[in-house]
């Protein structure tokens, strides 16, 4: 089984400032066809998730653009350039590559 | 704009059966798989069950391979998940979720209902 682990596990930002959550699975997420198969989630609170990034680097309809990803085979990043009041809320990693496996989770929230 | 509404959470004892149904709209339902995902209470997200279009091809997460199983209605927009033997760690909000064209990810989510199984 693939396992997804993120890091911090807790991120608290001042708005306008940038935050990075790191997203490392155990196995290669580059699948034989040339996509990876790693995705980010965003789930505010009360709410269920939301999609902000599929394959690594390609925002989801909608998605504003300080939100970016980044990484390939192992090793992924999500990046927001300038973290708004909005943002806040648990963060999640996905892989597909096998089955669906889900990161713990990065709570970010606002100083 | 697409919809999921789920149904048919609530208390349940251990050992008992419980029949979620997922209501689907503002999208073509059987051009896409479909999937279960849940959270236990102030923990992270686990998928549970997947469907493809047709109904052709169905996975299971090894903690539910057995007790829970996945079906559709393609005529009536619904996707449903029939959980037996239910456990403690069954308790959960279950998630309806749409899987994208590629079939790889999902792209929209229900808001859930909430399983809880205790005596």
């Known amino acids: 089984d693939i396992v997804m682990t993120q890091t911090p596990l807790s991120l608290s930002v001042t708005p306008g400032q940038p935050a990075s959550i790191s997203c490392k699975s155990s196995q290669s997420l580059l699948h034989s066809d040339g996509k990876t198969y790693l995705y980010w989630y965003l789930q505010k609170p009360g709410q269920p998730p939301q999609l902000l990034i599929y394959e690594v680097s390609n925002r989801f309809s909608g998605v504003p653009d300080r939100f970016s990803g980044s990484g390939s085979g192992t090793d992924f990043t999500l990046k927001i350039s300038r973290v708004e009041a909005e943002d806040v809320g648990v963060y999640y990693c996905?892989?597909?590559?096998?089955?669906?496996?889900f990161g713990p989770g990065t709570k970010v929230d606002i100083k | 704009e697409v919809q999921l509404v789920e149904s048919g959470g609530g208390l349940v004892q251990p050992g008992r059966s419980l029949r979620l149904s997922c209501a689907a709209s503002?999208?073509?339902?059987?051009?896409?798989?479909m999937h279960w995902v849940r959270q236990a209470p102030g923990k992270g997200l686990e998928w549970v069950s997947g469907i493809s279009w047709n109904s052709g091809s169905i996975g299971y997460a090894d903690s539910v391979k057995g007790r829970f199983t996945i079906s559709r209605d393609n005529a009536k927009n619904s996707l449903y998940l029939q959980m037996n033997s239910l456990r403690a760690e069954d308790t959960a909000l279950y998630y309806c979720?749409?899987?994208?064209?590629?079939?790889?990810?999902?792209?929209?989510w229900g808001q859930g209902t909430l399983v809880t199984v205790s005596s």
């Open positions: 996905m892989q597909s590559i096998q089955l669906f496996t």
């Open positions: 979720a749409k899987a994208a064209s590629s079939g790889y990810f999902f792209d929209y």
């Open positions: 503002g999208f073509t339902f059987d051009d896409y798989a």
